[in-house]
């Protein structure tokens, strides 16, 4: 059975960093394109960032510069690294995995940017 666990999320003031983390169990986790998708209030869902099995990366503009993924294959994590946060950063962030047709997601971990 595969499980994604997010923790890190949290209440941080403008200008704050957090560190998303998202442990996966149950899959073959070096083989899985990884990343974050967020959902703010009354918005739909959007991708955030993501890690291909072989590591290149992308990342949404509107995020470039400030965020970062990265992933361990030993230790079947990945994270993401947000810095110089900003309140428009506020919402659900959610992990997935992708292999082909297999989607897997997390529960979701709220980060606030407030002060």
């Known amino acids: 059975q595969v499980q994604l666990v997010e923790s890190g999320g949290g209440l941080v003031q403008p200008g704050g960093s957090l560190r998303l983390s998202c442990a996966a169990s149950?899959?073959?986790?070096?083989?899985?394109?990884m990343g974050w998708y967020r959902q703010a209030p009354g918005k739909q869902r959007e991708l955030v960032a993501s890690?291909?099995?072989?590591?290149?990366?992308n990342v949404v503009d509107s995020v470039k510069g400030r965020f970062t993924i990265s992933r361990d294959n030993a230790k079947n994590t990945v994270y993401l690294q947000m810095n110089s946060l900003k309140p428009e950063d506020t919402a659900v962030y959610y992990c997935?995995?992708?292999?082909?047709?297999?989607?897997?997601w997390g529960q979701g971990t709220q980060v606030t940017v407030s002060s």
């Open positions: 997935f995995a992708n292999l082909v047709l297999r989607w897997y």
């Open positions: 149950g899959m073959l986790f070096s083989s899985y394109a």
């Open positions: 890690i291909a099995s072989g590591g290149p990366t």
